[in-house]
């Protein structure tokens, strides 16, 4: 049977192992291997070295067989890893989806699931006419992640073999070559068998460490052929030991050379594991390790300990958030912790984000996923977010204090700042504060000293204690001032020959890290800031090939790997090996950043424009977007083009995915991104477009007037330049800003205007969208008859189409008509028709506005009873949608339906749940379901306090149709007080 894809991707194929025969010229072999895509096939080298003939069989023996020539198109012998290149015949499977690759951790311990299918020896067969065949065999088994580390391979612990046939040969022959699996990603390929270890012990060769050995030509291929990602994914990302997961990039590299800090990591700890202090903040100046002692306390929570002495629970995830690299944002963050909680929980947290619904609504389901568990999340860099004084300047970080302050068990925050978070009076006994005002101790600092010159090629080892302790305070035992000094002696260029030349021009320094890193620079070569400045620009962790691809673009000669090399070497670059991603500590950024040229081919506009070319040549079509990761590349350029003051390039990135961004909940970011350009852009087409998609954000994450004023502008764009497509586009949400707002005189021309133009137009969908928003829109205006008449011309549009959803939208419109005009009976079949043509569309969007228009009527009739059943309906259909307005309109007229039941009680709490649904919505009408819900509890005793309580309750209705009549709310009033 053929394996099933999983969730996020194509697993093994059993019709895709391939049986690899090889002719020698003296002989034949068999190997195995693993068809990565139509043409392609992964294998190891050894077994298709010295061919004088390859051919590729799949399926051998069963339904589908097929084989085909192939050609090794790479190989290296030491890796052992090669590639052949295959003529499937036309019975072959034509469109073979390519397979995913990835990698286990090496930095700790754990026992990972393997499982790799080949043709070995001892799975040899005879046929009846004594032809032998070698039968499939499936080695399930486990690698241990910390074993072979050094020869940079696998080794896999599988059942051991059924039988040793041939003893000068290994009974595993011809299994080489065959794809080892983590999950559904191919982590390695299988090379060796050694006999002293054993039947049941296989040696792979491990794709991430053979990338690493391969130089930058032969890499490159090699990536090129089987599609790489660099770096590769965790093919396994389960819990690791302690039961912790992690998301994100850590936010220090190098944390193998953090020296003590005990005290203060234990006092991080102690905060964070207690369950009354919701944020821990570490401040200190620039350099001082910050960074670096937050990295350090989520390494070891990573592995599974509380720092220090501190007992307690473990976390059960942890997240890190860096304003230098993938950036802090409430998006971020959502997504960020709900990857935590595993594939399940993490659709359907994305199902809520992209409802559309509000954001404390989608935090609040986010906590409610978390349950127990507690989780801790680092942000990094936060001044970056702050005021001078540490007032919050950014408004999402705002939303996110404002969000884990209410929580009350998790997650809890761990943040770097240069200066402290000024919180409200209110909320400071829920943080703690570790400050880093002195660097490590001058023996912690020696010992880094002689760390950071492990191969004594520096002369450190030459130096003696004093020599060494001199050195340390000097710069204070400030860790980014000791890697700097470092750095100096390791650059090959500098004139200075010993440490104590070094410190002698920095003792009297007041900023002994900037002053050094700034001498560092002033020595550095033009190549080496070129370099630095494509890092800095890019502000996250890169890989070299990312590093070389933009700078081709900038520097066809430069010699980007050599330079990487001698910029690690000097300490003024950090490399994550694991990940095989280079990045600048953030002084080092910075510095960079303000020394790039203001002209020339290295200017700082040309290298931003670069890097913006280099994401919009990974940003994938429109059609292939599923999450919002997937249009990350489209996001960075935006980044990038508008630090190069490119406005009209980044407005018209931005207004390919605007709209996408808004629909997919992350409004806020949208919003963020249309006033980075408002107001620079040139092109008036594209300000057209920039407005319609800014209103169009405004319309959702609000103020409402900003979007009127939006279409506005854009209305009088579109009519100017002709576009009459924009112009219906602009002229539909100018009306609709306008309903929404409650300005109903003023939607009314906008609204028929767009819907005559999307009629001339030939555009039915939006002439069906202005027509309703039109109808209702005289509705609430008292117009019955002329909503009838937009209801009627909906109705022959969807006659004229047969599309089901325009008649059920004409019913809506309908509906709502007739109840404005008090046709009571009328309405009440209508809305029974609505209901009925909506689940025949298959779309339930306004069956809650139907049964809400039936329990209305049903009052009007007195018909109470009916009236409450109708109404719970409408309850129910509107909680499944999503709408806090929608649900808060419904329960308040379900409440006042229960008043005129006499059961005050009940309308008292529903009456309560309205009013927390309204003002979620922010909608007049919360505050008369809070004085109906003070009425409600009035009664009986108070029958003078109930009806001033519904008094008010009246004059804080709008008269909106939808909505219970201020009128009989006044009448009930009056007949409280005789």
């Known amino acids: 049977m053929r394996a099933e894809p999983s969730a996020d991707g194509p697993g093994l194929d059993p019709h895709r192992i391939a049986e690899i025969i090889v002719e020698t010229g003296v002989g034949r072999r068999r190997g195995s291997g693993y068809r990565i895509c139509t043409d392609t096939v992964l294998t190891a080298a050894h077994v298709v070295v010295g061919a004088a003939g390859v051919v590729v069989r799949c399926d051998a023996d069963r339904e589908g067989e097929w084989s085909g020539p192939a050609a090794v198109t790479w190989a290296d012998a030491g890796t052992d890893l090669a590639v052949l290149r295959v003529v499937p015949p036309e019975s072959a499977p034509s469109v073979v989806e390519p397979a995913r690759f990835g990698r286990i951790p090496d930095d700790r311990h754990g026992v990972i699931d393997v499982y790799a299918l080949g043709f070995p020896l001892w799975k040899r067969r005879s046929r009846s006419d004594r032809t032998s065949f070698r039968e499939l065999h499936q080695a399930d088994g486990t690698v241990a992640a910390l074993s072979n580390l050094r020869t940079g391979t ?14 000068a040969t290994s009974p595993w022959a011809g299994m080489s070559g065959a794809a080892v699996w983590a999950g559904n990603r191919i982590i390695g390929v299988v090379a060796e068998h050694h006999r002293s270890e054993g039947p049941g012990r296989l040696t792979a ?32 990302p389960g819990e690791t030991q302690g039961g912790v997961r992690v998301v994100g990039v850590p936010v220090a590299y190098g944390i193998e050379l953090f020296k003590n800090r005990a005290s203060e990591r234990e006092a991080i700890a102690r905060h964070l594991s207690d369950p009354a202090i919701r944020m821990v903040t570490i401040t200190g100046p620039r350099g001082i390790g910050k960074s670096a002692l937050a990295a350090k306390v989520m390494d070891l929570l990573d592995r599974g300990a509380w720092p220090g002495s501190v007992q307690g629970p473990l976390p059960s995830g942890l997240v890190n958030l860096s304003t230098r690299t993938s950036g802090i944002s409430l998006e971020r963050l959502y997504f960020d912790c709900a990857r935590l909680l595993g594939p399940e929980r993490l659709a359907g947290l994305r199902d809520v984000w992209n409802a559309g619904g509000t954001t404390q609504e989608r935090l609040a389901e986010l906590l409610a996923a978390m349950g127990d568990r507690l989780i801790v999340i680092l942000m990094d860099n936060l001044e970056d977010l702050l005021e001078d004084d540490g007032s919050i300047a950014d408004e999402e970080l705002a939303v996110i204090l404002d969000w884990l302050f209410r929580a009350r068990s998790t997650p809890r925050l761990l943040a770097t700042s240069q200066v402290p978070v000024r919180l409200a009076p209110e909320l400071r006994r829920f943080a703690a504060h570790v400050e880093l005002s002195e660097g490590l101790s001058p023996a912690e600092s020696a010992v880094l000293l002689r760390e950071l010159d492990r191969d004594g090629s520096l002369g450190i080892a030459g ?71 494509v890092l800095a620009a890019l502000r996250t962790p890169v890989t070299q090939s990312a590093v070389e691809e933009i700078l081709a673009g900038l520097d066809p000669e430069l010699p980007t790997a050599r330079v990487l090399a001698s910029l690690v070497r000097m300490h003024l670059v950090s490399v994550d090996r694991a990940h095989r991603t280079f990045a600048l500590h953030p002084l080092d950024a910075e510095i960079a950043y303000g020394r790039m040229p203001q002209d020339g081919p290295h200017r700082r506009q040309a290298v931003e424009r670069e890097i913006a070319s280099w994401y919009g040549r990974r940003a994938e079509s429109r059609g292939t977007w599923r999450t919002l990761e997937d249009i990350e590349p489209q996001r960075r350029r935006f980044d990038h083009l508008v630090r190069s003051e490119d406005y009209d390039d980044a407005a018209r990135v931005l207004c390919e995915i605007s709209e996408w961004l808004v629909w997919h909940g992350s409004v806020l970011a949208a919003v963020s991104m249309h006033l980075a350009v408002e107001g620079r852009i040139r092109d008036e087409r594209v300000r057209l477009a920039h407005a319609v998609a800014y209103g169009h954000a405004r319309l959702i994450a609000g103020p409402m007037e900003q979007s009127v004023a939006s279409f506005t502008e854009a209305a009088a764009l579109a009519e100017r330049l002709g576009d009459r497509s924009a112009f219906q586009h602009a002229l539909f949400g100018l009306g609709d800003a306008n309903r929404q707002l409650g300005h109903l005189h003023a939607s009314t021309e906008p609204l028929a205007r767009a819907a005559e133009l999307a009629r001339e137009l030939g555009d039915a969908e939006r002439e069906v969208h202005a027509l309703l ?76 506005g139907a049964m809400n228009a039936q329990g209305l009527a049903l009052l009007a009739l007195d018909e109470t009873a009916q009236a409450i059943a109708a109404l719970l309906d409408a309850c129910h259909e509107a909680s499944l949608t999503e709408s806090p307005r929608t649900e808060g309109v419904c329960l308040l007229n379900l409440a006042w339906a229960y008043w005129c039941d006499a059961r005050y009680d009940r309308s008292a709490t529903t009456a309560d749940r309205a009013s927390a649904a309204l003002d979620i919505a922010g909608a007049a009408q919360a505050e008369a379901a809070r004085a109906l819900a003070e009425a409600a509890r009035a009664l009986p005793a108070g029958p003078a306090a109930a009806a001033e309580a519904l008094r008010r309750a009246a004059a804080a209705l709008d008269g909106n149709v939808e909505v219970v009549a201020p009128g009989w709310v006044e009448e009930r009033a009056r007949g409280l007080m005789g």
Do not use: C
Not at 154 to 167: C, H, Q, R, S
Not at 211 to 222: N, T, Y
């Open 154 to 167: 696998l080794e896999m612990t599988v059942a051991p073999a059924g039988a040793d046939p041939d003893p």
């Open 205 to 236: 060769v491990r794709l991430d460490h053979a990338l690493g050995r391969l130089g930058p030509a032969e890499r490159a291929e090699f990536v090129r052929l089987l599609g790489l990602a660099e770096p590769l994914p965790l093919a396994v």
């Open 463 to 533: 130096l003696s204690e004093d020599e060494l302790l001199h050195a340390a305070v000097h710069v204070h035992g400030v860790p980014r001032a000791l890697e700097l000094l470092i750095g100096a002696l390791a650059d090959d260029t500098v004139l200075l020959p010993s440490l104590r030349d070094v410190l002698n021009d920095f003792t009297r320094r007041h900023d002994v890290v900037a002053d050094l890193a700034q001498d560092r620079y002033k020595r550095l070569d033009e190549r080496a800031h070129v370099v630095l400045g």
């Open 773 to 848: 928003s039109l109808s209702l829109t005289h509705s609430y205006l008292g117009d019955g008859e002329s909503a009838l008449a937009g209801a009627d011309r909906l109705a022959a549009l969807g006659e004229a189409s047969g599309d089901l959803l325009t008649t059920a939208r004409s019913g809506n419109a309908r509906t709502i008509a007739l109840l404005s005009l008090g046709r009571w009976q009328e309405t009440i079949a209508a809305g029974a028709e609505t209901i009925r043509a909506y689940r025949a569309s298959g779309i339930q969007e306004a069956t809650s």
